[in-house]
């Protein structure tokens, strides 16, 4: 089992695990005793107690030697047996624009369309008084293949224009009244993309269900708000909220082709409203954009990042769009999806997303690229393959996120090219998603190929972890157990897939924190318990050592600490 590869590839030094004190200058502020503290050091060595000065751990180790460090102003914090770990990194995560849009769109995710209906009808008297109704969160298995339809919307609400994104956020469902006013028909085709707005096979009437940026149509004729025009105060104190009660201390934002969010980010930082947590924002790079040259979108990255770099904000990666998604066969994939000689859609031409790449890792941008299926994973890793034979090896720490369907040929190059595999682990369970509705999309066998966490982790590649909020929850307990059990939370389906695939928990943990630190490049300061370091981390109410993997989702996270201050606390 290489569960420590992290550590041992990748971090140039250890500090020593209790050593005594040299000099007053060691003397704490803050004094945590009476804990079972995983530091997920190296050597996943065990603690009771911790000195910090600073923000930053003095001493990790006994409780006898902890107090040589005490004096009369120190703040002691008895944990009373409790469990503490480092704190989390998530590392694909749209929080910003969740918290602004918490309003705009109500929640309909069931796992029934009778649920659907309900919390639809809910949303509606919500936003009684708007001129759109719209919400997010169905799940695509209620409608198999073919993708839910206007009639069922049109019955709901007759009256006024309305829209819901998927789960997933890359597709929508819309009514007859969007679709009219939007002037979408039988014969509107979205640019070279004749298959993303779905028509009915008979009457060639569209159905309700557009895919990938056909949504826009629809989408950027509602009523949008203006994001610069938030109450700063509000919308981060809501941030900080949300992070810090899931014990998140560190997290990239892959932007949503929004450069506003940037703005707002760098505006409150600069406001001293980000004192909880750090940013790496994803800068987004346009999708053949044939207005501008690469050079040109290159300079244009290189001054967004220039001018909205901070202190609490990094602005040295990028986000690629590679493909789609599965459920709506725009992932691209290597061989047909069922009953199809489609291959779904690479939004880039290899050879040009190879030369995008070359120059973006040439200007030292940490890529973080969306690809879902085999084809557009293999595409990305031969565009670093080729920067890296042209730029030489920048270690720029490029991540994958997603990656749901690696080729099994392709896992090792993630090592080979020091490429993160960022895992989206709440995603992965026994859900009819995977036991009807992709079996019927791409079969059987390569079902059982997604989200190979194991065979990752095996083979020595770098693993990070990113929720995908608000697509999932932030909830990192619901995460970590579903990447243990690859099943759903309380489900009494005992079928598992590929459970061979299944992470144990001291691997998943690294992925939280001293991967996502490796992935953010703070591993010397952040991510691990240990002499030197941040004190970044987290107290909860039970060992997860110590408890039936089916009962993780369970734990109370009680405090988040970070740089040393209290940042949460579970009243």
């Given at each position: 089992?290489?569960?420590?590869?992290?550590?041992?590839?990748?971090?140039?030094?250890?500090?020593?695990?209790?050593?005594?004190?040299?000099?007053?200058?060691?003397?704490?502020?803050?004094?945590?005793?009476?804990?079972?503290?995983?530091?997920?050091?190296?050597?996943?060595?065990?603690?009771?107690?911790?000195?910090?000065?600073?923000?930053?751990?003095?001493?990790?180790?006994?409780?006898?030697?902890?107090?040589?460090?005490?004096?009369?102003?120190?703040?002691?914090?008895?944990?009373?047996?409790?469990?503490?770990?480092?704190?989390?990194?998530?590392?694909?995560?749209?929080?910003?624009?969740?918290?602004?849009?918490?309003?705009?769109?109500?929640?309909?995710?069931?796992?029934?369309?009778?649920?659907?209906?309900?919390?639809?009808?809910?949303?509606?008297?919500?936003?009684?008084?708007?001129?759109?109704?719209?919400?997010?969160?169905?799940l695509p298995e209620l409608f198999g293949e073919?993708g839910p339809n206007k009639s069922l919307l049109?019955?709901?609400?007759?009256?006024?224009?309305?829209?819901?994104?998927?789960?997933?956020?890359?597709?929508?469902?819309?009514?007859?009244?969007?679709?009219?006013?939007?002037?979408?028909?039988?014969?509107?085709?979205?640019?070279?993309?004749?298959?993303?707005?779905?028509?009915?096979?008979?009457?060639?009437?569209?159905?309700?269900?557009?895919?990938?940026?056909?949504?826009?149509?629809?989408?950027?004729?509602?009523?949008?708000?203006?994001?610069?025009?938030?109450?700063?105060?509000?919308?981060?104190?809501?941030?900080?909220?949300?992070?810090?009660?899931?014990?998140?201390v560190s997290v990239q934002d892959p932007s949503?082709?929004?450069?506003?969010?940037?703005?707002?980010?760098?505006?409150?930082?600069?406001?001293?409203?980000?004192?909880?947590?750090?940013?790496?924002?994803?800068?987004?790079?346009?999708?053949?954009?044939?207005?501008?040259?690469?050079?040109?979108?290159?300079?244009?990255?290189?001054?967004?990042?220039?001018?909205?770099?901070?202190?609490?904000?990094?602005?040295?990666?990028?986000?690629?769009?590679?493909?789609?998604?599965?459920?709506?066969?725009?992932?691209?994939?290597?061989?047909?999806?069922?009953?199809?000689?489609?291959?779904?859609?690479?939004?880039?031409?290899?050879?040009?997303?190879?030369?995008?790449?070359?120059?973006?890792?040439?200007?030292?941008?940490?890529?973080?690229?969306?690809?879902?299926?085999?084809?557009?994973?293999?595409?990305?890793?031969?565009?670093?393959?080729?920067?890296?034979?042209?730029?030489?090896?920048?270690?720029?720490?490029?991540?994958?996120?997603?990656?749901?369907?690696?080729?099994?040929?392709?896992?090792?190059?993630?090592?080979?090219?020091?490429?993160?595999?960022?895992?989206?682990?709440?995603?992965?369970?026994?859900?009819?998603?995977?036991?009807?509705?992709?079996?019927?999309?791409?079969?059987?066998?390569?079902?059982?190929?997604?989200?190979?966490?194991?065979?990752?982790?095996?083979?020595?590649?770098?693993?990070?972890?990113?929720?995908?909020?608000?697509?999932?929850?932030?909830?990192?307990?619901?995460?970590?157990?579903?990447?243990?059990?690859?099943?759903?939370?309380?489900?009494?389906?005992?079928?598992?897939?590929?459970?061979?695939?299944?992470?144990?928990?001291?691997?998943?943990?690294?992925?939280?924190?001293?991967?996502?630190?490796?992935?953010?490049?703070?591993?010397?300061?952040?991510?691990?318990?240990?002499?030197?370091?941040?004190?970044?981390?987290?107290?909860?109410?039970?060992?997860?050592?110590?408890?039936?993997?089916?009962?993780?989702?369970?734990?109370?996270?009680?405090?988040?600490?970070?740089?040393?201050?209290?940042?949460?606390?579970?009243?």
């Amino acid at each position: 089992m290489k569960t420590n590869f992290i550590f041992i590839a990748l971090i140039f030094f250890w500090t020593s695990y209790g050593q005594p004190i040299k000099s007053a200058e060691t003397y704490a502020d803050l004094l945590i005793v009476n804990a079972e503290i995983y530091t997920v050091d190296a050597a996943k060595s065990w603690a009771e107690a911790m000195a910090i000065k600073d923000g930053k751990i003095i001493y990790v180790g006994s409780l006898l030697e902890a107090k040589k460090h005490q004096t009369e102003l120190t703040k002691i914090i008895d944990c009373e047996g409790k469990f503490i770990m480092p704190a989390l990194y998530d590392l694909h995560c749209h929080i910003l624009q969740a918290a602004l849009d918490e309003e705009r769109y109500f929640k309909i995710q069931s796992s029934s369309i009778e649920g659907t209906i309900i919390k639809i009808k809910e949303g509606v008297i919500k936003q009684e008084k708007n001129t759109w109704i719209t919400g997010a969160g169905y799940l695509p298995e209620l409608f198999g293949e073919i993708g839910p339809n206007k009639s069922l919307l049109d019955s709901l609400i007759p009256d006024k224009p309305a829209y819901f994104f998927d789960i997933g956020y890359h597709n929508i469902w819309v009514n007859s009244k969007a679709l009219h006013l939007a002037n979408i028909t039988k014969e509107t085709i979205y640019k070279d993309h004749a298959d993303w707005i779905v028509k009915d096979k008979i009457t060639g009437d569209p159905t309700g269900w557009l895919k990938e940026e056909a949504r826009e149509l629809v989408t950027h004729i509602a009523p949008r708000p203006n994001y610069l025009e938030a109450d700063m105060k509000f919308t981060f104190s809501r941030v900080a909220e949300m992070l810090a009660e899931n014990g998140i201390v560190s997290v990239q934002d892959p932007s949503s082709f929004d450069v506003n969010l940037l703005k707002l980010y760098h505006a409150a930082d600069s406001m001293g409203l980000i004192n909880s947590f750090n940013v790496s924002f994803g800068l987004p790079f346009p999708i053949k954009n044939n207005t501008i040259s690469l050079d040109e979108s290159l300079s244009d990255l290189l001054s967004l990042s220039k001018r909205y770099q901070s202190k609490n904000i990094k602005t040295k990666t990028v986000k690629l769009f590679i493909d789609g998604t599965l459920e709506s066969q725009t992932a691209a994939v290597v061989e047909p999806y069922l009953n199809s000689v489609e291959r779904g859609t690479l939004l880039y031409d290899p050879l040009q997303l190879k030369i995008i790449i070359q120059k973006l890792d040439s200007a030292a941008f940490q890529l973080h690229f969306h690809s879902t299926g085999d084809r557009a994973i293999r595409a990305s890793l031969d565009g670093i393959e080729y920067a890296i034979h042209v730029n030489g090896n920048n270690f720029g720490r490029h991540q994958i996120a997603h990656a749901n369907l690696p080729h099994p040929d392709d896992i090792p190059r993630f090592r080979k090219l020091g490429v993160i595999a960022n895992m989206q682990l709440w995603w992965m369970d026994n859900s009819t998603y995977y036991t009807d509705l992709l079996p019927s999309i791409i079969g059987k066998n390569r079902v059982q190929q997604m989200h190979p966490f194991k065979s990752f982790s095996n083979q020595g590649v770098l693993l990070s972890v990113g929720s995908d909020y608000p697509i999932t929850t932030l909830n990192p307990f619901e995460a970590i157990q579903k990447a243990i059990t690859r099943k759903e939370i309380d489900s009494n389906n005992e079928q598992i897939i590929s459970e061979n695939e299944c992470l144990d928990l001291s691997e998943t943990i690294a992925a939280y924190t001293i991967g996502g630190a490796y992935a953010q490049f703070m591993e010397k300061e952040a991510g691990s318990l240990e002499i030197g370091k941040c004190a970044d981390f987290i107290l909860l109410d039970k060992n997860l050592f110590s408890i039936d993997p089916t009962e993780i989702h369970k734990t109370k996270l009680l405090k988040t600490f970070y740089r040393g201050n209290q940042v949460f606390e579970n009243k």
